[in-house]
């Protein structure tokens, strides 16, 4: 198992170094200071996990989809102090397919490897337990429908998202929008081929995740 560490710190990447070491199996063949060097070494080296912390200074989420863009077959684990649940669904939508904390214990992080190289989605108690409180449901998420590309919303399609998520009709939306029930029809279907969304009910997930709409707002929908 090859693996390249992505952080900016020296200290982390030796820690992380250190414990993958402890197992013969695996290979640390590149360590990655910045963006650019993941993008180089991923290029370069036949690696097949990068242990990435996206988060650190010289890297973005961005780099994700640029690195599975030079090898598809690469497997993406991050590893970040904590974060908001809708960070860990923007990263997994990015292209990571496992996710771990900075202080989870070695086994979380060693099992999440193994695991991740299996071709298996890993997530540690803590990432889980973040992803649970904020009502999202991973197994609801869509990843093979998911390309690595960014999700690139218009603004008028935003807006679209919004109407279908508060229960309007495309005639409804086409009335509010001041636009032809037609055009509407066609933003739907831009907007569901962009988030990958089989049906309405995604579409409003995807508005609540992304705090398009209050998810106080469903809270009730049984007493309607």
């Not at 780099?63 to 809708?86: C, D, G, H, M, R």
Request: hydrophobic share 40%.
């Amino acid at each position: 198992m090859k693996l390249i560490i992505a952080d900016s710190n020296d200290i982390v990447r030796i820690g992380l170094r250190t414990i993958l070491s402890t197992d013969k199996s695996n290979e640390v063949i590149g360590e990655a200071r910045s963006a650019n060097e993941l993008i180089q070494q991923v290029a370069n080296f036949d690696a097949d996990i990068v242990l990435i912390d996206y988060t650190a200074p010289g890297f973005s989420i961005d780099v994700i989809p640029k690195i599975l863009s030079k090898k598809k077959s690469i497997v993406v684990v991050a590893i970040t102090p904590e974060q908001s649940a809708n960070t860990v669904v923007d990263a997994l939508r990015s292209g990571v397919l496992s996710y771990i904390k900075k202080d989870c214990d070695i086994g979380e992080i060693m099992n999440a490897v193994k695991e991740s190289h299996r071709g298996n989605k890993f997530f540690c108690g803590q990432v889980l337990e973040t992803i649970q409180r904020a009502s999202i449901d991973v197994n609801d998420i869509d990843f093979d429908s998911f390309s690595c590309e960014p999700i690139l919303l218009t603004e008028r399609e935003i807006e679209v998202i919004k109407w279908i998520a508060e229960g309007y009709t495309n005639t409804q939306i086409a009335d509010e929008l001041h636009l032809s029930p037609h055009t509407v029809t066609t933003h739907r279907k831009n907007i569901m081929a962009k988030l990958g969304a089989k049906n309405t009910a995604a579409i409003v997930m995807y508005a609540v995740k992304t705090n398009l709409v209050s998810p106080n707002k469903f809270l009730f929908l049984g007493d309607n």
